[in-house]
């Protein structure tokens, strides 16, 4: 491989979505960010220069960062952020990865408008295990906020309410016709007929799972989260905040001057309010320019996407997909387990402070957690803390790996929703084989969760609805060709089982990919240990890692 250089200057820019101008940050200027392109074994080095008022750092998610923890990102857990006018250069190299990925910031909720595509081609001569396609395009979903996003979450937490809700979706940082006053920023999609394209879709929306369809025409899903699946054929697909899915289009041979929309909008079961609008581009054969400043009837018709709340939806096409598990691209799933862990996944409350309203359920505040456990962030990285030996104010290794208070997770709800506070992770040997069951609660309300894991991928080897049966469900788990990712829904009110093997030594995190339950506390940490050899320790850290 070679080494590739780029270089993020994170600074303010005026941008107008749907009549509304806003300062935003963004990276050299740019909504959404500039596109990091890579071969598979290329070594990226990013520069980022921070001249915004905010604490900023970047996530390269989904990338393995195999033995290079310090340039995974999230702030507080791998690295303090950087500060205004600080530089911190991160250093990775792509190892057993090609597809799609993307970067976000990493703090807070900064990551609504600083976020971009990572695209990392298969080494030279190495070909797609699929028909080579015409053209490639990335499609980022977003959501745009007329408010300042900050301000947004930061009233929801001192409040302990819902937070408001983002004012629309985008496509590559467009909302599309279906709003007031965005006609003019609408994706659209030049193709020809008779070609296959490769649609790099990257859900990098806050808080919402989305559904995407484009209408007369049916995709081929061919990989997810940077790793190639067994292809299948669909109309509707389902995204979650933190996922990638790579489809084929195949435009018809047959058709020259026409446009046909394409669209998305969230899948939702929770409780409170959510954005349910709609994001809407255009797949225009041939080069005559549709006009829809007049969105009305005689524009082409809006495809038909599942009920918000269809779970079985969600379930059918989740259960699709499949790695290759062929010589070319083996299956590791490891076939037995040394550390196994059940954690429940959802929300709960906190307790309101005295002389204090709060808007939460029943004058509480949200909280959300995984074991019960709501983690708080320490005040230094968790990653400098490990490795300098400076634990014990910080952090407790203690967190439990089943629940405290078992009950029906998914029947009725327990009287008590409180959720304890604290900065607990699981120490893991090298090399340890893992599995995790993770279990949706429905104390507030049944709702997905889709649960992000850094520094590894692992497999999905069963997933199901209701309480998970630990006599009965790990007969069926799929140790044959289980889809490897690094984001998995937990169904709403079922379960689902992964596994990996514990061989990336580093501090990594674990959270749920919605920005709200992030903020809640919906995440944990695992310390992976370094292994015996040279090449199973993590090296020391840069010079120019940031300080708290
Ligand atoms: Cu994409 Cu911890 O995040």
């Not at 990013?46 to 970047?58: E, G, L, Q, R, Y």
């Not at 309410?161 to 909302?175: K, M």
């Not at 394209?197 to 995407?212: G, K, Q």
């Not at 909280?367 to 983690?375: E, L, M, P, T």
Request: with cysteine.
């Amino acid at each position: 491989g070679i080494t590739r250089h780029y270089k993020f200057n994170i600074r303010l820019q005026n941008v107008t979505r749907l009549c509304h101008t806003k300062t935003i940050l963004t990276v050299n200027g740019k909504f959404p960010g500039p596109r990091i392109v890579a071969r598979e074994g290329d070594r990226v080095v990013i520069k980022v220069v921070n001249h915004v008022p905010n604490n900023v750092s970047i996530h390269w998610h989904g990338i393995r960062q195999l033995q290079s923890g310090w340039a995974d990102g999230p702030a507080y857990i791998t690295q303090c952020p950087i500060q205004t006018g600080q530089t911190y250069l991160y250093n990775l190299t792509i190892i057993g990865q090609r597809g799609t990925l993307f970067w976000h910031a990493h703090v807070s909720w900064l990551r609504a408008t600083l976020y971009g595509p990572i695209i990392i081609f298969p080494k030279h001569n190495v070909p797609y295990p699929f028909a080579k396609p015409y053209e490639e395009v990335p499609i980022i979903f977003g959501e745009w906020w007329n408010a300042d996003t900050e301000a947004v979450i930061n009233q929801a937490l001192q409040t302990g309410g819902g937070p408001n809700v983002s004012d629309a979706y985008t496509i590559n940082g467009l909302p599309g016709p279906l709003y007031n006053c965005s006609a003019n920023e609408t994706f659209n999609l030049k193709v020809k007929s008779g070609k296959t394209y490769l649609l790099r879709l990257i859900n990098a929306a806050l808080n919402d799972e989305l559904f995407f369809t484009i209408s007369n025409h049916s995709l081929t899903v061919v990989e997810a989260d940077a790793v190639y699946v067994k292809s299948f054929q669909t109309n509707t697909l389902v995204i979650a905040p933190g996922q990638t899915t790579n489809v084929l289009l195949k435009t018809n041979p047959n058709t020259i001057n026409s446009s046909f929309l394409m669209a998305a909008r969230p899948y939702f079961t929770g409780i409170g309010t959510f954005d349910n609008s709609t994001v809407a581009g255009i797949l225009q054969y041939g080069n005559r320019n549709p006009s829809f400043s007049n969105f009305s009837i005689s524009t082409p018709p809006l495809p038909i996407l599942p009920p918000i709340n269809s779970t079985s939806s969600v379930a059918n096409f989740t259960s699709q997909f499949r790695s290759l598990a062929n010589s070319q691209f083996p299956t590791n799933v490891p076939q037995t387990v040394q550390k196994r862990f059940f954690f429940t996944v959802g929300l709960g409350t906190n307790p309101c402070p005295q002389n204090q309203t709060c808007q939460g359920p029943n004058g509480t505040k949200f909280a959300a957690s995984i074991n019960n456990v709501s983690f708080s962030l320490p005040t230094t990285s968790l990653l400098q803390a490990y490795f300098f030996k400076k634990s014990n104010w910080l952090y407790t290794t203690d967190f439990p790996n089943s629940p405290i208070f078992p009950f029906n997770y998914t029947g009725m709800p327990p009287n008590n929703t409180m959720v304890a506070g604290g900065t607990k992770v699981v120490v893991l040997p090298f090399n340890a084989t893992v599995e995790v069951v993770m279990q949706d609660t429905s104390i507030l309300g049944a709702e997905s969760h889709p649960l992000h894991l850094h520094g590894y991928n692992f497999y999905v080897v069963g997933q199901g609805f209701g309480n998970f049966d630990a006599n009965k469900d790990p007969a069926k788990f799929n140790l044959v060709d289980p889809v490897e990712r690094n984001t998995v829904g937990v169904p709403s009110g079922g379960w689902v089982a992964i596994r990996f093997r514990a061989d990336n030594p580093g501090v990594w995190f674990m959270h749920c990919h919605f920005e709200v339950h992030l903020s809640w506390g919906l995440k944990m940490a695992w310390i992976v240990l370094d292994g015996n050899l040279p090449n199973q320790k993590l090296p020391p850290p840069p010079a120019d890692l940031p300080a708290c």
